[in-house]
């Protein structure tokens, strides 16, 4: 609240204390394990009601946060997984993030060609592009897989790979649901796949556009808040005429540039997929935009783009941390890695939906399969960086609540928000 107290400012300052119950929440969110699952079992508006967070404070700060930090408004969200987001992103880490945006091409060209094409040729790697695993089949006594199927999208030629020693399976909800109805053999093997495949999804959208005039917003990274023609979607827009000033030409794809170029992107947007692209546009241009600056009204659009991702990103719903896939299934040979996995004893600091959180599993899933010599990796595990210690303050609250709250439960009794 300190640190952002130039930002809020339409926030009154009693809104803005009535949020101390949620910080003493998050000492308490990692006291024991059943802690942490009985805070995933409540969704996040229950707890922030029930710890006496202002209305208004949740209404304009803390949904609007959490619809672009988990894409999702708090009825929605575990509570566990909230806490875990507004620690990381907001409390312990707010000076390591940072607004990134490509300048040029994708990230697919920028950063994945160049890593695939230096694992192919150092690694002998073999990518198969546009191709997804369609079967996992198991082995007789199911302890192994036996094999993996394939089908290319644009082709649908199938493949089979034989002699497989091992499975990371680094998909999200949708792709394991697919997969899953189609490896009965696996779902009988390793039932917690089932049971992750059961959990939700969440559409997203993105778009961008090409003005013909530059429009001096103050924030070149900023959030839309409460706008009904969100149509309950959460959304963010970020100018990418001012994040990369010294590269208006790469923007405009090595073309003349000739004013801003607005990145969009709307979360829990599945009322927003259904609308045309035009629509889209029109109500970014029409409605959403002019009210950050009126001079989006006079722009006109040169080029544009919309896209849509449904089913595309992690859903941390009340209940769901227990069906998560873990890192190492029930099948010795396959392992789970992505943001949404469980990484039991191997948990990193990186939480929620985090591109760090799913690449710090991957390495995981890796070492894993080396450490139990599924694979033979001898000296080759990834070390992987954990993120910097909490701060004191953090860990003597966290000693303290354990120390007091351990012997009054005890006693059975419980934090209030915890009665039903
Ligand atoms: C709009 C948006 C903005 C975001 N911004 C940020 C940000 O600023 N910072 C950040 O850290 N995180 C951000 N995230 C979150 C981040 O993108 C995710 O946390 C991350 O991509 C998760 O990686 P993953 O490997 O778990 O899953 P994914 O990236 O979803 O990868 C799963 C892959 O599996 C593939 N797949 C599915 N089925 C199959 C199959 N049968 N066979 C083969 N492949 C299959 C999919 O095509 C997909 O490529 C953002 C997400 C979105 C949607």
Known sequence: MVATITNFTRLPIQDRLSIAGLLYAMLDLYRSDKIFQQYDDLDAQSLFVKLGISERLINEFLRPTLLVGLFKPPEELSAAVTMELLYYYALAHQDSFDVRWIKSKSIAEHLFAPLSRRLISRHHLQVLGGTLVKRVTMSSDSQRVSSVELKNVAT???????????????????????????????????????????????????????????????????????????????????????????????????????????????????????????EIIDRLTHDLLPIAHPEFTNARVVDSEVRRYPGSVSLFSPGSFRKRPPLETSVESIVCAGDWVRMGDKEHGAKALCQERAYVCGLEAGNSLIRRKIVNGADHSHPVLPIRADEPQVVLGRALNKLVMDPIEALGLKLPWFNS
């Open 156 to 278: 649908q030629t199938v493949q089979v790979i034989d002699d497989v020693d091992a499975v990371v399976l680094a998909v999200g909800v949708k792709g394991l649901k697919a997969l899953m109805a189609q490896s009965p053999e696996l779902s009988k093997a390793a039932p917690e796949l089932v049971s992750a495949a059961s959990l939700g999804a969440i559409d997203v959208v993105s778009a961008r556009l090409w003005l013909d005039r530059y429009v001096p917003i103050a924030y070149p990274a900023n959030v839309f808040s409460r706008f009904e023609s969100l149509k309950g979607a959460g959304g963010t827009f970020f100018m990418l005429d001012q994040l990369h000033q010294d590269a208006q030409q790469a923007l405009w794809g090595d073309e003349q540039p000739q004013g801003s170029v607005v990145a969009s992107d709307f979360y829990n947007a599945s009322a927003i997929a259904a609308m045309s692209d035009q």
